[in-house]
């Protein structure tokens, strides 16, 4: 395929939307506002932590004497338990409303830690208690989908920088994994193929997007990427959700999320700040073969450590927009070692 050096669009067959590229504009100086780099040596055990083990959280319980993982029910829930389905309509005003709940994972006891400097087992323990969350809340009828994620860094509102993750689950299903839903089931329709399993074999003929990839996963900068060095790590086995992965899978899995996130840290030799999504089928019981499980990164840096990508006027009022081309972007991950920089 003909690579563009002139501003263009790029379509997102997942989403049904349009990213604007426009790769001269890299060169422009960059006079606006820079971050701090938060570079501080924090303790494994930090008594003022709520998610430290031993520690009372917020609402007065105290955490358990974790070794491993730790799940509980987030203390300040942006979604409250209930089988409600009330809807009100007023003109053109309308409202439904959504039950569920958010839960809060504790990747590791180590207070010190992040998703790159964590061991393989330790990542693969994360998975395992991703897949028994699903598996549990899936059972929850009133409960149509399970969205797992990370934010990291404060950069991201991440309030406190102990490794941890969320999972919100609710009585609807979203926007994005409505989207996804519908792009993949058309998709399925008509070639009875996954949409992803199509194009991920794409990338891997092309080869100039690929970032890593190991036996049952594959790291890339996605065609339409938005973010300057946003990822997607696609299966290379057509399934639905984390349920569904095999134990080796699991492994595998663990292994490809240290990889990346070992050289986004090595990237701007900093903690690197992201907001990392699991996107798969939803739980509404529909069936769904055409969703092709994958996970996200969505990291707002650009340029340095201290310099991130706003999406402000165009990106607000029209669509995304991105300077640094999918491919620029790749290259630069791909070369980076996959040894953290602290251990180097
Ligand atoms: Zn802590």
Redesign the pocket.
């Known amino acids: 395929m003909k690579t563009f050096d002139k501003p263009h669009k790029r379509y997102n067959p997942l989403t049904d939307e349009w990213v604007l590229v426009s790769p001269h504009r890299t060169k422009r100086p960059w006079q606006g506002k820079t971050e701090e780099v938060e570079e501080t040596r924090r303790p494994a055990h ?1 008594p003022s ?1 709520y ?2 083990a031993g520690n009372e959280r917020m609402g007065g319980q105290h955490n358990p004497m974790y070794e491993s993982t730790f799940v509980f029910q987030n203390d300040f829930a942006a979604l409250l338990e209930g089988d409600g389905n009330t809807e009100s309509t007023k003109g053109l005003l309308r409202t439904r409303e959504e039950t569920g709940l958010c839960k809060v994972i504790c990747f590791s006891p180590d ?1 010190s830690l992040t998703m790159p400097e964590m061991t393989i087992a330790g990542l693969t323990e994360v998975v395992k208690v991703w897949k028994r969350e699903f598996e549990a809340l899936e059972r929850v009828s009133y409960i149509k989908n399970v969205q797992i994620f990370e934010n990291k860094g404060s950069i991201m509102g991440c309030s406190n920088p ?1 490794p941890h993750g969320q999972i919100w689950a609710q009585s609807s299903v979203p926007n994005e994994i409505a989207k996804k839903t519908e792009t993949q089931r058309a998709y399925f329709t008509k070639y009875q193929r996954s949409l992803l399993g199509d194009y991920l074999h794409q990338e891997l003929e092309d080869g100039s997007r690929i970032i890593c990839r190991n036996e049952h996963f594959v790291c890339l900068i996605p065609f339409w990427a938005v973010w300057p060095y946003e990822t997607m790590i696609i299966p290379t086995r057509h399934f639905q959700a984390v349920t569904d992965m095999t134990t080796e899978e699991e492994v595998a899995f663990a292994e490809i999320l240290s990889k990346i996130t070992i050289r986004y840290d090595n990237l701007f030799k900093c903690s690197f700040p992201y907001s990392a999504g699991m996107q798969q089928r939803p739980t509404d019981d529909k069936p769904h073969e055409g969703w092709h499980f994958h996970y996200s990164f969505y990291p707002p840096l650009l340029r340095s450590a201290t310099v991130k990508k706003f999406m402000v006027g165009y990106e607000m009022f029209a669509n995304p927009q991105r300077d640094i081309t999918a491919e620029q972007a790749a290259e630069t991950l791909r070369l980076l070692s996959e040894k953290h920089y602290k251990n180097g």
């Open positions: 930090d932590c998610l430290c207070h102990h």
